[in-house]
């Protein structure tokens, strides 16, 4: 049974960090490529950072760019998202995404909420 469940969301003032995990099971982690997308509430879902199979290429959206760090644990089968110097735009349900390097294999975790206030 494939899982991706998503931790470490919560409430943060604004400045603060936190770091999400994803850890996945039931399917070959090291052959896809993984996502944070997020929603906010009342807007679509949007992409955040990806982190190519082995984690050696990493993207970010511009609206996170130098306030996020992605990365990964193969052996942990583990992707992580770490969240710095977070904004009030930021509040959000983050969710994290697998992308089969070899087919169209896709898969979502169930989300975790993030909101950021004083």
């Known amino acids: 049974q494939v899982q991706l469940v998503e931790s470490g969301g919560g409430l943060v003032q604004p400045g603060g960090s936190l770091r999400l995990s994803c850890a996945a099971s039931g399917f070959t982690f090291s052959t896809y490529g993984m996502s944070w997308y997020r929603q906010a509430p009342g807007k679509e879902r949007e992409l955040v950072a990806t982190?190519?199979?082995?984690?050696?290429?990493?993207n970010y959206a511009d609206s996170v760019k130098g306030r996020v760090t992605i990365s990964r644990d193969n052996a942990k089968n583990t992707v992580y998202l770490q969240m710095n110097s977070l904004k009030p735009e930021d509040t959000a349900v983050y969710y994290c995404?697998?992308?089969?390097?070899?087919?169209?294999?896709?898969?979502w975790g169930q989300g975790t909420q993030v909101i950021v206030s004083s």
């Open positions: 982190i190519s199979s082995a984690g050696g290429r990493t």
């Open positions: 995404k697998a992308d089969s390097i070899w087919s169209r294999l896709t898969y």
